[in-house]
Structure formats: C-alpha cells, structure tokens
C-alpha cells in the first residue's frame, strides 16, 4: 500500500466542460474526505465518507459536484459544467474512523485549472 | 461554529533563533487540534496532535483552553523546518466526527 493516491495529478479544462477526479485511499480506511483548498487558503472541507455512506456535505459543494465511493474503496469526484471559480486544488485524504487522533492520510492532490 | 485563525501568513526567523507559530480556535466543545506541515512538493502530512503531547522533530504545541490558543514552538528553528504549517481543529460532535477545520496557514522560512 503506497498511501493515499489521486488521479490525475493535473487537469486543464476549458470551461463549461465536466471533470472527473479519482481517489484511492489507504486500503483499511473506512472514512475518506475531499477538501479543495486555493491559493493562500487552508483545506476547506467539501465532503466525506464512511464505507460507501456520504456522511456530509459542505455548503461549498453546489449542485454541479458530486461525489461517490460505490464499494467503499476507491472515491470520484466529478464536477459538471466547470467555471473558472472551480480552479483550486482537490485534496483526498482517509483516516480509520474512532482513531482522528492518528489524524488523516492525505493524497497529493489534483490541481483543477479552468481555462 | 468552528475557527481556526492563524494570523501570520508568513514568518522568517534565523536558524538556531526560537519560533512560534501562533493558533487560535473558537469551538464549543471540547477541542481536539492538530499541526500539519506541507514541505516543498511533498503531501500534506500529520506534525503532531494536542492528546499526545509530544515531540516531533523538536516541535511542541500546548493546548490552552482559557486562551483558545495551540501554538506551535520549537527553541531552535533549522533550515530544513521551512515549509507551511497548518493548525487543524476536529470536529468530535455528531455526525461531523473525523471532520477538520484548518486555518489558513503560515509559512515559515528559516534563513541560514
């Protein structure tokens, strides 16, 4: 198990155009997170799951995201009709629930730029 | 609601000078806080956690509940403690546990 990893790393997109972002987490992590941070901005949370349930969803996430994690493993987020606001990075990260105190794995990240 | 405020974006100190990166929080339960550190093209990872008290690479971080602060310190900084630094608190309430809120970051340049 090499961590937490993101696909792809970087992503170009023209406006209007709709995107997917793939996460797989630490394989015995049962909670797996998105966050999008911008430039000079902390992680923001958008969303999170416990085994393949969504447990939240953040008040950023307009109607144009969705995310999902079919099996409980791997995680995707798709952004549809994507706008220039959109560009940040997109952060995966998976923790085991019940051990926060361990913290959270993150992933790399894939960098969204609308063009 | 939640906040973590860390008011420096940027702070320089020399190297074998003390450093003090400031956090504070506003949470109505009991907090739990963490520091992170992102170095040079390398992931997002875990420094330390309040709970633990503990030491990582010469860095420490107290919890003071009257102040609402967890700052982070170490008595003498070294070139490679450059990098960005997040305080983090958790959300233990409901079903938001496992949920983090960080502040917005300071970066630290330790010059030789």
């Known amino acids: 198990d090499t961590g937490v990893s993101q696909d792809p790393r970087h992503k170009i997109t023209k406006r209007g155009q709709n995107v997917t972002f793939r996460c797989d987490p630490i394989?015995?992590?049962?909670?797996l997170y998105w966050y999008r941070q911008t430039l000079g901005q902390g992680p923001e949370f958008l969303t999170y799951?416990?085994?393949?349930?969504?447990?939240?969803k953040s008040r950023l996430l307009s109607d144009r995201f969705s995310a999902e994690r079919p099996k409980g493993s791997f995680s995707t987020l798709e952004i549809q009709r994507t706008e220039q606001g959109d560009s940040a990075m997109y952060l995966c990260?998976?923790?085991?629930?019940?051990?926060?105190?361990?913290?959270?794995?993150f992933g790399s990240g894939t960098r969204l730029t609308v063009v | 609601a939640q906040r973590v405020t860390q008011p420096e974006k940027l702070l320089s100190v020399f190297k074998g000078a003390p450093v003090e990166l400031k956090c504070n929080y506003s949470?109505?339960?009991?907090?739990?806080l963490f520091w992170y550190v992102q170095y040079s093209r390398q992931r997002l990872q875990l420094l330390l956690r309040?709970?633990s008290r503990e030491s990582i690479k010469g860095f420490t971080a107290d919890l003071n509940k009257g102040e609402t602060s967890f700052h982070l310190k170490k008595p003498f900084a070294q070139e490679e403690d450059s990098a960005m630094y997040y305080c983090?608190?958790?959300?233990?309430?409901?079903?938001?546990?496992?949920?983090?809120?960080f502040g917005q970051g300071t970066i630290l340049t330790v010059h030789p």
């Open positions: 990260a998976s923790s085991l629930m019940g051990v926060i105190d361990y913290g959270y794995t």
């Open positions: 394989s015995e992590h049962n909670r």
């Open positions: 799951f416990q085994n393949e349930a969504q447990l939240e």
């Open positions: 949470y109505s339960g009991s907090p739990e």
């Open positions: 309040h709970i």
């Open positions: 983090a608190l958790h959300n233990a309430g409901g079903t938001s546990y496992g949920k983090l809120t």
